[in-house]
């Protein structure tokens, strides 16, 4: 090989060492974009958990049970998940929590953001098994965002209000929220907006 | 003397070609690098934008909880007398803004907006979402959510 094609096979080592430096430096912004989302949604699911807990269950209803319990509207889903928690503790079956169960995942479907699936649950200390799961437990466990707090019941015991963020499929997100009506023509809009 | 000269480092079909990776290699570094550059600089601006945002979103739920003294949370009527505009012009530190506090159940059609006016376009922009309680007319204890939108020209 002669100085010539050296200097050539020189220039093309210098291309390709170019080629790959100028991919890691492209590659910097990138990496630093993905560490802000996965914040984010840990901070905003224990602000949905406590926003949820103390919000009222908006309608009068009647629990099933030996003795039907009536239940005002402005109680609030952290006094109403204490009542259900003591009772399934204690043995008992979750069907007359039936109409308070819909009205909770109601709710939590209303406030959860849209690209993520919610998912509530009641747990006991002692056992591995959630006492209750709204909708369900959660299947895929992966990417997942959890977040809890401790309620106490009047017994002493405690039991831990776990609220679980997965990612919806595609399909899902195109439907319809509930919370997203009031952006449709036709829906009153009693509120005002205001330039500064 | 040139014609004669057999010890030169190259002739025209060698030169031709490490000319062109010398260069080529050389436009790629710069070009990545300020376009890195201007990436990072743009994602700096964002991020400052950001941290405006986060501690303005923080400053406006203060804000509101501590219009609710008496009350455990704040009322929707309280919200809405609350100055808000005023107040979070003095936060945002020449930042244009777009706040909008609105009740998530389905069934509460309540929401208030407010926005600084700006035109020309959006060079870098900041969001941020908090989560609060809010009393309706009829004493239920809603779940509302505080946006704000935040960019500059």
Redesign the interface.
């Given at each position: 090989m002669d100085?010539?094609?050296l200097?050539?096979f020189?220039?093309?080592v210098?291309?390709a060492?170019?080629?790959l430096?100028?991919s890691v430096?492209?590659a910097?912004?990138g990496h630093?974009?993905i560490s802000?989302e996965s914040c984010w949604n840990s901070v905003?699911a224990a602000?949905?958990l406590?926003?949820?807990l103390?919000?009222?269950i908006?309608t009068n209803i009647t629990i099933g049970l030996e003795l039907p319990v009536i239940v005002p509207?402005?109680t609030?889903i952290r006094d109403c998940l204490a009542v259900e928690g003591a009772y399934l503790f204690t043995g008992g079956e979750s069907d007359g929590f039936g109409p308070l169960n819909s009205i909770i995942m109601?709710?939590l479907e209303?406030?959860a953001p849209p690209f993520l699936d919610a998912h509530l649950m009641l747990v006991y200390r002692s056992f591995s098994e959630p006492l209750l799961a709204l909708p369900h437990a959660p299947d895929d466990m992966s990417k997942r965002t959890a977040t809890s707090t401790t309620m106490t019941l009047e017994d002493g015991s405690e039991l831990l209000v776990v609220l679980v963020l997965c990612p919806s499929s595609p399909s899902e997100l195109v439907q319809l929220?509930?919370?997203d009506?009031?952006l449709l023509p036709g829906?009153?809009?009693?509120?005002?907006?205001?330039?500064? | 003397m040139m014609r004669t000269d057999e010890s030169g480092v190259a002739g025209f079909l060698e030169d031709l070609p490490t000319l062109m990776f010398v260069l080529g290699g050389a436009a790629l570094l710069v070009s990545s690098g300020l376009w890195t550059s201007t990436r990072l600089g743009e994602q700096d601006a964002d991020r400052k934008l950001q941290e405006l945002a986060d501690r303005a979103a923080d400053a406006i739920v203060n804000r509101l909880e501590s219009i609710s003294a008496g009350d455990s949370v704040p009322t929707f009527g309280s919200i809405e007398k609350a100055a808000l505009p005023q107040f979070v012009s003095e936060v945002m530190d020449k930042a244009h803004f777009s706040l909008n506090i609105s009740a998530l159940h389905s069934n509460a059609y309540w929401w208030i907006s407010f926005h600084s006016g700006s035109t020309g376009p959006i060079t870098n922009t900041g969001f941020a979402s908090r989560m609060i309680n809010a009393q309706d007319g009829s004493g239920l204890i809603l779940v509302c959510e505080v946006r704000l939108v935040v960019w500059r020209n």
């Open positions: 100085e010539g094609q200097a050539v020189d220039a093309v210098f291309f060492g170019a080629i430096i100028s430096i492209l910097l912004p630093q974009t802000n905003r602000e949905l406590d926003g949820l103390s919000s009222s908006g509207s402005r609030s109601g709710l209303d406030c929220r509930g919370a009506l009031h829906v009153p809009l009693p509120s005002k907006e205001v330039d500064v | -």
